[in-house]
């Protein structure tokens, strides 16, 4: 059973800067896209960020430039860095995986979220 478990959200202000962290479980990460994902108040779940099992990031255009997913399949984490942070990205941000010939995340497995708040 996969299990994922996001780590790292809370509050900063503009201009400040986050490291989420997500760890997966019961999984072999080799085979799995990993992705991250954020949804504010009143708006749908969308993609931030994913990283295919060979390691080749795909960005949504308004945090290209100042987040960077990563991955360690040894350790079975896979890693958000969010940079240069304003408040239009406050939001609840979900760890999704799927197995690298899923294309719809709505078929992978989803973590329970951690929020970010920017603001001053």
């Known amino acids: 059973q996969v299990q994922l478990v996001e780590s790292g959200g809370g509050l900063v202000q503009p201009g400040g800067s986050l490291k989420l962290s997500c760890a997966a479980s019961?999984?072999?990460?080799?085979?799995?896209?990993m992705g991250w994902y954020r949804q504010a108040p009143g708006k749908q779940r969308d993609l931030v960020a994913d990283i295919t099992s060979a390691g080749t990031p795909n960005y949504a255009d308004d945090v290209k430039g100042r987040f960077t997913i990563s991955r360690d399949n040894a350790k079975n984490t896979v890693a958000l860095q969010m940079n240069s942070l304003i408040p239009e990205d406050t939001a609840e941000y979900y760890c999704?995986?799927?197995?690298?010939?899923?294309?719809?995340?709505?078929?992978?497995?989803w973590g329970p979220g951690t929020q970010v708040t920017v603001s001053s």
């Open positions: 999704n995986a799927r197995k690298f010939y899923v294309g719809n995340p709505e078929r992978g497995s």
């Open positions: 019961g999984i072999d990460l080799d085979i799995y896209t």
